[in-house]
Antibody
Framework: QLQLEESGPGQVQPPETLSLTCTVS??????????WGWIRHSPGRGLEWIAS???????FYNPSLKGRLTISIDTSRNQFSLEVTSLTAADTGVYYC????????????????WGHGTLVTVSS | SYVLTQPLSVSVAPGETATLTCGGN??????VHWFQKKPGQAPVLVIH???DRPSGIPERFSASNSGDTATLTINRVEAGDEADYFC????????????FGGGTYLTVL
């Protein structure tokens, strides 16, 4: 059974940089089929897709976050990571990592496996 | 960017039917997925590809997609169905690509 687990700092001060890592077990991030993504949930904004990556290194970013994002993948550790720079209180929320892109639908396929999420609070 | 519009809240009594909508321009041309999100838990996929239930999702959950509106229907609503429900699509013509609706909170009275 595929499992994803997020790790992160919990609390970050503005305008620092947030670094999150998702460790995948029960499957491989080397899969050329899947996308590995980050989604966040905040009370005022609901669910918001942030970024995704494929094992090939292809990256996809939410333009609303205006160049503040870097997503990367480490196939040797079976992990993928997210950095968000210039943090503000608006970046507070629960950050989830998830797999998507399974099956012939490819990019139209749903996010089918999720981590439990990690709470990030941006506060001084 | 592509926008998915959901009502903020829906309330139903136990045993009744809940109807949750997700509006988007020509949404019927897209594959719509629905997620249930309870506090402190990861989202759970309850409907994929407009109408299909993933393994383990009760038959009480069904959905449709037509015109500019996708609909999630929950029959014989139970207290445990109280949660946020989000619709989601992939929009290749949008720079936001993977889009979520704002979510509807289902209250079981």
């Amino acid at each position: 059974q595929l499992q994803l687990e997020e790790s992160g700092p919990g609390q970050v001060q503005p305008p620092e940089t947030l670094s999150l890592t998702c460790t995948v077990s029960g499957g491989s991030v080397r899969s050329g089929v899947h996308f590995w993504g980050w989604i966040r949930h905040s009370p005022g904004r609901g669910l918001e897709w942030i970024a995704s990556i494929r094992s090939s290194g292809s990256t996809f970013y939410n333009p609303s976050l205006k160049g503040r994002l870097t997503i990367s993948i480490d196939t040797s550790r079976n992990q993928f990571s997210l950095e968000v720079t210039s943090l503000t209180a608006a970046d507070t929320g629960v950050y989830y990592c998830a797999r998507h892109g399974s099956g012939p639908a490819g990019r139209a396929a749903p996010f089918d496996y999720w981590g439990h999420g990690t709470l990030v609070t941006v506060s001084s | 960017s592509y926008v998915l519009t959901q009502p903020l809240s829906v309330s139903v009594a136990p045993g009744e039917t809940a109807t949750l909508t997700c509006g988007g321009n020509d949404i019927e041309s897209k594959s719509v997925h629905w997620f249930q999100k309870k506090p402190g838990q990861a989202p759970v996929l309850v409907i994929h590809y407009d109408t299909d239930r993933p393994s383990g999702i009760p038959e009480r959950f069904s959905a449709s997609n037509s015109g500019d509106t996708a609909t999630l229907t929950i029959n014989r609503v139970e207290a445990g169905d109280e949660a946020d429900y989000f619709c989601q699509v992939w929009d290749p013509e949008s720079d936001h690509l993977w889009v979520f609706g704002g979510g509807t909170y289902l209250t079981v009275l």
